[in-house]
């Protein structure tokens, strides 16, 4: 009995694999001490990456690859198909970017493509498209840092059309899409809105590009939840089209879908709910990223290669605010069990927010 004892003590105190064998630590050559060591291979990818594609910023490289990351993986349906994070949208590249909800999704693969060439001996095109989305969110201040897995095969066919959500869409269709993949109404309204937090407009006003979303789109955080909610007006110059061109701070442009997000009884409370809480985004987000890059996937089947994803940027950029000139009267209260959370007001005259440079 003591001897039994003895060693499960043993057993215990060493760590385990889930399959329940002994984790061997694998030295690479830069110091990284990974689980397994076929994940050194990658940490040549990930300093190209960090030093050649994004350059150590959060500009329009690293918005676009992790934009990359969510229509590769969010394009898989029950009873439609398709391969979801497994690399088609580059690799089928021909057929994919015809799809209207892809729109602009060329340029990306035109500045991300041929990091993709280069390290196609390391791994494959999906594992490539998850591992840029996840380094490239380790360059914006605030954002988390988000689980790695390698080991997904090559694509095998297409994804199907009108998988992926658009601009246009309704409440109910956006929540239909993203719940019949196990996302929560939470977590849809998080991704959603972080992933526009660092992210800009192209081809939504004509010969516009880079227009922002909030006032910080080199920052992770929860100003775009406040800026949504603020009351609109149309961009300058711009029509009524279907409210896609609305403004409410000078030089962004807010997308319908985030307008009715923000309003919508379904999700209004949730889109309040992360307004000042950089904490709960972060998480949230995180969360749901992570679940979106193992969308058509077996977990069990990948290697967990997450020791090699760069240490994410703490949050240092303080609370979300209002733009100069403007109250808690200009928030469009939407949520009816909660106020919205008082802001202070950014001091100083209204400037407009300068669009995001475009990558070479």
Known sequence: MAFKQSLSALVLALPLLANGLVTRRTVCAD??????????????????LTENLFEGEC???????????????IAISPTLGGGGADGSIAVFNATELTFHANTGIDDVLDAVGPFLLKHADVMSAGDFIQLAGAVSLTQCNGA???????????PKAAAPNLLVPEPFDSVQDILSRFGELGFTTEETVAVIGGSHSIAGADDVVPNEEGIPFDQTPDIFDTQIFVDVQLRGTLFPGQGNTQGEVETAVPGTVRLQSDHLLARDSATNCFWQSFANN??????TFGQAVFKLSLLGQTQSKLIDC????PKAIPFSHGPATLPPGQTMEDIEQACATAPFPTLSTQ?????????IPQAA
Request: overall charge positive; hydrophobic content about 45%.
């Open 347 to 355: 001091p100083g005259p209204v400037t407009s927010v300068p669009s």
């Open 278 to 283: 950089q904490a709960k985004l972060a998480s």
């Open 306 to 309: 997450s020791e090699v994803i």
């Open 31 to 48: 110091g990284t001490t990974v689980a397994n060591g076929a994940c050194c291979k990658l940490i040549p990818v990930v300093q190209d």
């Open 59 to 73: 500009g329009d490289a690293a918005h676009g690859a992790l934009r990359l990351l969510f229509h590769d993986a």
């Open 144 to 154: 988390p840092r988000i689980p790695f897995m390698m080991g997904r095969a090559p």
